[in-house]
């Protein structure tokens, strides 16, 4: 199955055809659409000890517009610019992963559908699914090219299905100093992976979600990706195939808002066994006043590591540091701590302790435990810097031989 320019085509045959027929209807759906914009600097720094000290500061200016409903069709577009104007030589090969990559890109460009409580949505969109979603942390936004589509006919119930065959990626990072921004191509990410893979025949997807027993949230999703290569090599890897299964249940106790979880994600590579293991989670959190403390603990298959899903945001595990994320390898167990606080809506505040506990088959920080410290504050302006919104995290990870510290800074402003 192939999509040949999918998010620019689709979108504009069926706006001409609308347009045939459509006359003022149609004008008034493009006067009423929305248009948004933001403004986003992020600076990063981090220590890597005796390997030294690395900086970068991106800026990125985005522009969205929705149009309005026309007989249940409406389109949207997102257009995204990232450039590193003073980044050195060093930061461009270090962060040409993640934040060194200049120019623009069409991040969205998609026709939907809506027709009661069910959707469909063809080209170029975000996906936030356990193990299909993209990440908008840096300067561009991973994005997906393909189909989806949602229903909530059936009571208390989500169907999403969804085939893509595109993802874009945050850069293009091709030689010492990056090759640009991101664009759409058949390379994917997964955490836990060994290799970026190369898409053969693109990804397809289901997720369920139920929540008819009050208080109980049931979460399943499949994901499998066809005839997938080493991006690298070339070399075949067959078929990938990712599950999740998630329970959750929110109650009250003694005056505290309280959840229970528990999940289980299996993985299955076709011609690499050793990322076709398990993980099991568990999770117990309360909620008072705008505190709300969490504990997640996973615990991962002894001889085999798993692959989490595709895209960076697809990390469903109730244990693990925000950055790393190790605990998709084999024969390593985590335990985390979070404490977070909220205040009307402004203040956000999130301390996390993460322990890696490696076992005597674990090969992560060379077989050796390992402990990583996260602390996020964020702030939204009011009144007159309104739209305005400042984010800081660091993040401590005590590897045994090389200590790593981020520390990142996001400013950003809405209009």
């Known amino acids: 199955m192939k999509l040949k320019n999918i998010s620019l085509s689709l979108v504009v045959l069926a706006t001409l055809a609308m347009s045939a027929n ?12 929305k248009i948004k914009g933001q403004l986003k600097a992020i600076n990063y720094n981090v220590d890597k000890g005796s390997k030294g000290k690395e900086s970068i500061l991106s800026l990125g200016v985005m522009l969205n517009y929705v149009t309005g409903d026309f007989y249940g069709f409406s389109a949207g577009f997102r257009f995204q610019s990232s450039d590193s104007p003073w980044a050195s030589s060093e930061a461009k090969n270090f962060y040409k992963a993640d934040l060194y990559g200049p120019g623009a890109v069409l991040e969205e460009a998609y026709l939907k559908y809506k027709y009661k409580k069910s959707s469909l949505k063809i080209g170029r969109q975000f996906i936030q699914t356990p193990l299909l979603a993209g990440n908008g942390s840096r300067i561009i936004h991973e994005s997906f090219e393909g189909y989806t589509a949602t229903t909530k006919e059936l009571p208390k119930t989500k169907i999403f299905v969804g085939y893509v065959d595109k993802y874009l990626t945050r850069t293009n990072f091709k030689g010492a100093n990056g090759g640009g921004v991101g664009k759409f191509d058949k390379k994917i990410f997964m955490y836990g992976a060994k290799y970026k893979y190369t898409l053969g025949d693109g990804i397809w997807t289901a997720l369920v979600q139920n929540q008819t027993i009050k208080g109980l949230k049931l979460t399943g999703q499949y994901l499998k990706i066809k005839n997938a290569t080493i991006a690298k090599t070339g070399d075949n890897m067959g078929d990938i195939s990712v599950a999740l299964a998630q329970a959750e249940y929110k109650f009250k106790a003694a005056g505290l808002g ?13 011609n ?19 505190f709300i403390t969490s504990l997640g603990y996973t ?8 692959v989490s899903g595709v895209g960076i945001s697809s990390n469903w595990a109730y244990a693990g540091d925000i950055i790393g994320l190790e605990n998709y390898q084999k024969d390593v167990n985590a335990l985390s701590l979070n404490l977070k606080y909220k205040f009307a809506k402004k203040i956000m505040l999130l301390g996390r302790y993460t322990d890696y506990m490696v076992g005597s088959n674990g090969t992560l920080n060379g077989g050796k435990d390992l402990n990583a410290y996260d602390l996020i504050a964020s702030y939204k302006f009011k009144n007159v810097l309104k739209g305005l919104g400042v984010k800081f995290h660091f993040e401590d990870v005590e590897y045994d031989k090389n200590p790593v510290k981020n520390y990142r800074l996001y400013l950003t402003y809405n209009f």
């Open 272 to 290: 690499d066994n050793s990322v076709s293991g398990d993980l099991l989670g568990f999770k117990l959190a309360t909620k008072y006043n705008g």
């Open 22 to 33: 459509a006359g003022d209807s149609l004008s008034d759906a493009f006067k009423n659409g």
């Open 258 to 270: 309280m959840l229970a979880g528990i999940q289980y994600g299996s993985s299955n590579v076709d």
């Open 299 to 306: 615990i991962a298959n002894k001889d085999k590591g798993m």
